[in-house]
Structures are given as structure tokens and as C-alpha cells.
């Protein structure tokens, strides 16, 4: 089953009210150029990467609905979707695929050598195959990379920094993820570093996650580090609900978790990421092509951090912590 969402739908799940375009835009958009979005999950998980990638598809000149048209394509979280769901946006002859994701961006570059792409990964692009170098891609593929992946190391000192108690760290990651195990080793690493024990747990549908933290309860764990993922993240309000509830602080590689509950994170931000692809998208639309455009690396971190969970939690938060947070929820 096909599962596709128009402006409205989007901009409802953005929270926005939708523009009323006069009847003669809407006559037009037969001859604009149209974008073929393709995500992994579902318009309100991802709804918060899908306004960054409005946003920077705006600051190129290119507005939805007045000059140019986007098709949605959603898999509502089954991955094995997605090569259909590319072939749709192929067949349709879009001008450009905004791929949301590695699993998403693998099956765009699989469905086509001629319509450019262009993805958000959290993944080494090169590694993945997606494009052969990242200052010249080549072919038809380029997009932006946040290297989600090889921070978990660094998301684990900062949590034993916060909870230097906790002796069993838990980790939750989808197998499903192509980087599955580099987040995996990465983890086990740190832990190995800081004389920690490391209980890694395999999260891939909704039903998993409540079962995954009954087993962290169950090993004792004292903290819990999220590995970047397009389900965990679509997800990300249940995982924050059941950490607290749990009382179990938590690290994550986006500030959308802080924002709604989780602890704390650390990572690059993942908005600004998808503005760019949307930039990308816009500059490929003006003539550009995407084999000319370097792959876009992520190089400012930040760490925030949500006192008012820390709070709820019974932590103090470390001074040291708080004079290198980029931003302090409340």
C-alpha cells in the first residue's frame, strides 16, 4: 500500500494552517517542477527534518504550492517499502528525490542513475556506497551527512559524566539500520574505555520498545544511550516517556528529544541538516548538478540538556556539563 501525503496533510502535522493558494497556482501546477520526498516513516515523526527541508528549499526561491510541487512518500516504518515507493517517485518523473535517511536514500540511488538525489544520513556516505568521494560525488547522488554514528562514544562519557553511578549502561539500536553494528562496537567501545558494561538492546517496531526497557530494567541499567536512527527517532517522545518513567537518564544525538522530555543529548542538529537538502534540492532545480555538489558534513555539535528532567529525575546536573551546554531546556 502506498502511502502519500499532499500540502495540507504536511502542514497540518507541522502544526501550521494551510495557505490558501489562489485557483490559478493550483492550475499551474501541472508545469512545476515536482520533488519526490521519500521517508522511512511516518509525517508526524518526522515532521519537525520535513519543515527544515521547506525552510531551505524557501531560502533557494522555491515555495510549495506556488513554484514548485512535492509528492510524499511515506513507509510508515517498513523499510522493505521503500524500493516501491522509489520506483512511484521514478515512474513519476519527478525532478529531484529528497531521500530522508539512509535505508531511504539506498533505495532512491538503487531506483535511479539519472534523477538526482539528494539524502540526509547519519551514516559514513562513502562507506554506504551512496557516492564515491564526498568533495566530488559524482554520478547522480549527493546530501548531507550529520555522522550521528561515530558520537556515541562521545554521548557515553557525557552520560557517565552525568550518572558516574551507573556501572550498566543500556543502548538501543535498530537493527534494521545499515550502521547498525558500527553503533553497536561503538558503544561497546566506550564502555570498554570507561570500565562500564554496555547491555545493547535491538529495537525495531513500536512493540519492541516497551519490551526493551523492561529488559534494561531487569539487567540493572542505570542510563541509557540512544543510537541514531529514523524509527528511534520518530519514536522519540514514547522513549523519552518510558526513560523517565523508568528513571532511567538518557542520552540521545538530536535536540528533538530534550525538547520533548528526554534528558539530554549531544550531536549535530539535525534541522539545519535537512535545510540544506533542501537547499540542495532548490540549487538542483535551477541547473546544478548533484555529482558537482559536495557532500555537506555537519561540524557544529551541540549539547543540550533538560534540567527540568534532570530534575524529575533527581540529578544534578555537573557544572561542567552545564557551562558546555549549547542550550538548557527548562
Known amino acids: 500500500m502506498t502511502v502519500t501525503i499532499g500540502r495540507r496533510e504536511l502542514l497540518a502535522a ?17 508545469t512545476m517542477p515536482v520533488i519526490g520526498w521519500l521517508n522511512s516513516e511516518t509525517p508526524s515523526g518526522y515532521a519537525p527534518n520535513a519543515a527544515g527541508f521547506l525552510k531551505g528549499l524557501s531560502e533557494a526561491g522555491f515555495v ?16 522493505d517499502r521503500l524500493p516501491a515507493l522509489a520506483a512511484e517517485l521514478v515512474g513519476r518523473r519527478v525532478a529531484v528525490i529528497a531521500a530522508a535517511g539512509t535505508p531511504s536514500a539506498l533505495a532512491a540511488k538503487a531506483a535511479t542513475t539519472t534523477i538526482p538525489v539528494v539524502f540526509s544520513t547519519a551514516a559514513d556516505p562513502v562507506a554506504e556506497g551512496l557516492v564515491t568521494s564526498l568533495s566530488r560525488p559524482g554520478g547522480n547522488v549527493t546530501g548531507v551527512t550529520n555522522l550521528g554514528v561515530e558520537l556515541v562514544q562521545k554521548e557515553v562519557e557525557m552520560l557517565h559524566q552525568m550518572v558516574p553511578k551507573a556501572a550498566v549502561i543500556g543502548a538501543l539500536v535498530n537493527p ?35 519490551a526493551a526497557f523492561a529488559t534494561l530494567a531487569q539487567v540493572g541499567a542505570g542510563a541509557l ?17 518510558l526513560a523517565i518513567r523508568h528513571a532511567m537518564p538518557a542520552i540521545y544525538y538530536s535536540r528533538e528529544f530534550p525538547a520533548v522530555g528526554g534528558l539530554m543529548s549531544y550531536g549535530v542538529n539535525i534541522i539545519d541538516g535537512y535545510r540544506q537538502v533542501g537547499i540542495y ?22 549539547l543540550v540538556i533538560n534540567v527540568t528532567t534532570a530534575r524529575v529525575l533527581g540529578l544534578e546536573v555537573p557544572f561542567y556539563l552545564q557551562q558546555l551546554a549549547d542550550e538548557v531546556i527548562e
Do not use: C, M
Open 14 to 30: 507541522l502544526g501550521s494552517a494551510a495557505a490558501a493558494w489562489p485557483l490559478s497556482a493550483h492550475a499551474q501546477q501541472a
Open 176 to 210: 534494521a539500520q545499515s550502521f547498525a553494528e558500527a553503533a553497536t562496537n561503538d558503544a561497546l567501545a566506550a564502555g570498554r574505555a570507561l570500565g562500564l558494561q554496555i547491555h545493547v538492546v535491538q529495537v525495531s517496531n513500536a512493540r519492541d520498545i516497551d
Open 64 to 79: 510549495e504550492g506556488r513554484n514548485v510541487a512535492i509528492e510524499y512518500r511515506w513507509a510508515e516504518g517498513r523499510n
Open 225 to 241: 544511550v540512544v543510537s541514531p536512527d529514523a524509527f528511534l527517532f520518530s519514536r522519540r517522545g514514547q522513549i523519552a516517556a
Open 281 to 302: 534540492a532548490g540549487r538542483i532545480l535551477k541547473g546544478e548538478q548533484p555529482g558537482d555538489l559536495p557532500v555537506q558534513q555537519s561540524t557544529k555539535f551541540e
